[in-house]
């Protein structure tokens, strides 16, 4: 029989890449999500993949614990994928409260209604290079200690913690995943990689002329989301649970980056980005640089796209999308 499988956050980039992967390997695919946006945007990632038609939507909310227990009491899926989570590190300083609602508690939420209605099934939890923070050591790995520098930060290492405690408690299979930052043609555009690209895009049309951006010499390991939903799924193929770094190993700042998305269309990003103080977090991450090589040794898994192809890939999305849009 064909597997069943729970997306929390399925409309989101991470979970349309992991539906895909999902659907191609024959599973049952099901995705919570919330009635907040209109039906258009809620579908617009699965869209664009192509398997709109392919994944059934259940509406959920990961702070309701009662409805998310009858969600899986009724799928009794076999995996569960918990990516749904307020993300964007900005908007955490202005939304804390819900931030931990959602991002913290949420995770404890749909643990407690797996640990009550599907103790069977093995459970994915999404963790984030930003519980590093203030770094500890110039690489990080699984042993890093870590050092959260905002409310997103401090609330996914609630959730990680969290998994850890119900694998350790009650025994389930419980996995996370410390990701990198991990980026597509999928990504929001309030993230600095898709707002880069964008504004290549628009600029090169002629329909921008600047792009605005705050502390362009951090550095980030960047990869593709494509690539690290495959290491998702690998955690929960495993006979034992265990916690991953995911990462690709090359860190570069946001000056390189966003030089690599002007020069590929042959335009001199100093003549259009602009600086502004006002895009400057409180507190700043200066430095992330992920060791994957557990998940290399254990799962098998290493990114395969360079940064290069990544933003190539977004540019040429973004291009095709504002030509649309005239």
């Given amino acids: 029989m064909a597997k069943t499988a729970l997306i929390t956050g399925v409309t989101g980039q991470d979970g349309a890449y992991l539906a895909q992967l ?10 919570l999500m919330r009635r ?13 993949l192509g398997i709109d038609k392919d994944v059934e ?33 900005k908007s955490s300083w202005d939304q804390p409260l819900l931030t931990g609602q959602v991002t913290a508690i949420g995770v404890t939420n749909i643990l407690e209604a797996m640990r009550q209605e599907a103790p069977g099934a093995r459970f994915y939890q999404a963790s984030s290079s930003e519980m590093y923070g203030l770094i500890q050591q110039p690489m990080q790995s699984e042993t890093t200690p870590f050092y959260p520098r905002s409310p997103y930060a401090v609330a996914k290492l609630y959730g990680h913690w969290i998994t ?27 993230f600095v990689t898709r707002k880069v690209t964008d504004a290549v895009a628009r600029i090169k049309l002629g329909q921008a002329k600047t792009l605005e951006l705050g502390n362009t010499t ?15 799924w690998m955690m929960l193929q495993q006979d034992t649970p265990d916690d991953y770094v995911v990462a690709t190993g090359r860190t570069t700042t946001v000056d390189d980056m966003v030089r690599i998305a002007f020069d590929y269309v042959g335009l001199n990003p100093a003549d259009h980005v602009v600086i502004s ?50």
């Fill in 22 to 31: 999902l659907l191609q390997k024959g599973y049952k695919v099901h995705g």
């Fill in 36 to 48: 907040s946006a209109s039906a258009e945007v809620i579908g617009e990632r699965l869209r664009w």
């Fill in 57 to 89: 939507l259940v509406d959920g909310n990961l702070t309701d614990l009662s409805c998310l227990s009858r969600t899986v009491r009724h799928l009794q899926p076999d995996e569960i994928y918990n990516l749904a989570a307020q993300s964007f590190v």
């Fill in 164 to 190: 850890v405690n119900y694998r350790e408690s009650f025994g389930l299979h419980a996995s996370s995943g410390i990701l990198f930052n991990h980026e597509s043609p999928l990504r929001g555009i309030e």
């Fill in 218 to 232: 951090a550095k980030r390991d960047w990869g593709h989301a494509r690539d690290y939903v495959k290491a998702m």
């Fill in 277 to 326: 103080e006002a895009l400057f977090r409180p507190a700043e991450v200066e430095v992330l640089l992920g060791d994957a090589s557990k998940a290399r040794a254990k799962l098998g898994w290493e990114a395969e796209t360079s940064l290069e192809d990544l933003i190539h890939e977004m540019v040429d999305a973004d291009l095709v999308r504002r030509k649309k849009l005239g």
